[in-house]
């Protein structure tokens, strides 16, 4: 069973509909007995940082995900949330990745950065192969956000709007995208399956 991360957040719905398109068995919870049972825990999410991190740290999830031993899949602000700091509120997150989450400045770009980009990983970093598994640099994915994180010793990918962001991350059992998979197509498909897959 895959768990999803119930916190001050939206876009869950989508990522639930996804898994049930693969026929995988999931549950949205932020009960810390069943996100430490489960297989695998997916951190999805679309909100404001510092709202969501206060959701986290009253019900001590904070310390719940960062001790998780098993394969972690952080979506868009989830992948925020699990970087060390963001702008977004001046909110420390769960410091999983050493790296900081900035806001897009731009007069001539459009911000939110939004809709279908590439995903380039060139970098690379251990084991990110295994999430990237059939998946073709360069791809398109879908992306909807206005801030960033910054790219680290822990980017396995990145994308470049208006200047190289980290599209995906990875250190140990933890990963994370900055695009959507579930509104990534054949890509995103693919993706999840790499995630679903893993040991």
């Not at 933890?174 to 498909?189: D, I, L, M, N, R």
Request: aromatic letters at 10%; charged letters at 20%; glycine letters at 8%.
């Amino acid at each position: 069973m895959i768990a999803i991360v119930k916190y001050n957040a939206g876009n869950i719905g989508s990522v639930t509909n996804a898994l049930n398109r693969l026929g995988i068995e999931n549950k949205v919870t932020d009960d810390p007995a069943e996100l430490k049972a489960a297989h695998k825990v997916i951190f999805p999410g679309v909100g404001e940082a510092g709202t969501a991190m206060k959701y986290l740290r009253e019900r001590e999830l904070d310390q719940v995900l960062i001790n998780l031993k098993k394969p972690f899949l952080g979506i868009c602000l989830g992948m925020q949330l699990m970087c060390n700091h963001s702008e977004e509120g001046d909110t420390k997150c769960l410091g999983i990745f050493d790296t900081d989450v900035k806001l897009f400045q731009s007069k001539d770009f459009k911000v939110p950065h939004m809709g279908w980009n590439s995903l380039s990983y060139e970098l690379g970093v251990q084991n990110s192969e295994s999430l990237l598994t059939n998946i073709e640099r360069n791809s398109d994915v879908y992306y909807v956000h206005s801030y960033y994180a910054e790219v680290c010793d822990d980017t396995a990918a990145v994308c470049d709007y208006l200047l190289p962001f980290s599209s995906v991350l990875q250190k140990n059992n933890f990963y994370a995208t900055q695009f959507h998979p579930e509104k990534s197509a054949g890509v995103g498909e693919q993706l999840l399956k790499n995630f679903i897959g893993l040991p």
